[in-house]
């Protein structure tokens, strides 16, 4: 992979704007829907970064994304895209466009020091030990996210989802007519009828299904339920 980070215009000790762009847009064309959409929850859910509003990464394209993110971050965009790649989780995208040495989650760390490996000193053991099994926690905490909701979650959304069960599984789980009569059919209570039309999704969508999926589809603010309503699906993640 060429390299962005030369080239002319490029003044010392920064990053020209343009070849930042440039750079970002090649990450982000890096990522699948799901992985994009979990990129976009973590802009907008964050305590290490001032997040972005909801509405402003609504239907955005990645180029448009690319240009929220130098707006929003300007110099700090490139580290912050870094370590949401590191809780999506992507670490093979991380090494692929940022290098071997950058797939650490720690703020200030001075690159030449990750290109030179950690130094040869009696603590050494110890260090290699605790480095791995902080390596090895992120992975095994994300693969929580990426497993399918669950369906007392399910249930859960259902008991808020009242009248406007229908209205949401057509607009924005883009669900069948039919199979929304199928599930009013089957089922007595707005209740089970909701919580079997949010089955149908999860069938359909099979093990892309996840809370963090449902979650980025109903946070659109179009859509008739509120954050709070949506707060099971948050806690379905961790």
């Known amino acids: 992979m060429v390299s962005l980070l030369s080239g002319e215009g490029a003044v010392s000790g920064s990053i020209p704007i343009m070849a930042t762009a440039k750079f970002l ?6 990522l699948s829907r799901d992985d994009l959409d979990r990129f976009k929850f973590y802009l907008q859910n964050s ?6 509003a909801r509405g402003l990464l609504e239907n955005k394209t990645r180029v448009e994304l690319v240009d929220l993110l130098q707006e929003h971050f300007a110099k700090q965009a490139r580290d912050i895209s870094r370590k949401i790649l590191l809780k999506i989780p992507r670490r093979d995208l991380v090494t692929k466009m940022f290098g071997e040495g950058d797939t650490s989650d720690s703020e200030g760390r001075d690159p030449e020091k990750r290109k030179r490996g ?3 000193d009696c603590g050494t053991a110890e260090t290699a030990s605790n480095l791995s099994e902080n390596e090895m926690s992120t992975p095994k905490k994300n693969k929580v996210e990426t ?5 007392k979650t399910l249930m859960a959304l259902a008991e ?4 406007n069960w229908k209205q949401i599984g057509i ?3 883009e669900l069948k007519g039919y199979v929304i009569d199928q599930c009013e059919l089957k089922e007595a209570t707005v209740i089970l009828q909701s919580f079997e039309m949010l089955k149908n999704w999860k ?3 099979k093990e892309g299904a996840t809370a963090l999926k449902l979650y980025s589809i109903l946070a659109n603010e ?8 949506l707060e099971c699906l948050l806690e379905d993640t961790h």
């Open 160 to 163: 808020t989802m009242g009248h």
């Open 25 to 30: 847009l090649q990450v982000l064309d890096e």
């Open 47 to 52: 305590t290490e970064f001032e997040s972005i």
């Open 118 to 120: 950690k130094p040869r």
């Open 171 to 173: 607009q924005f789980l």
């Open 222 to 229: 179009k859509c008739p339920i509120g954050s709070e309503q």
């Open 147 to 151: 497993k399918a909701v669950e369906d």
């Open 203 to 205: 069938n359909r969508e």
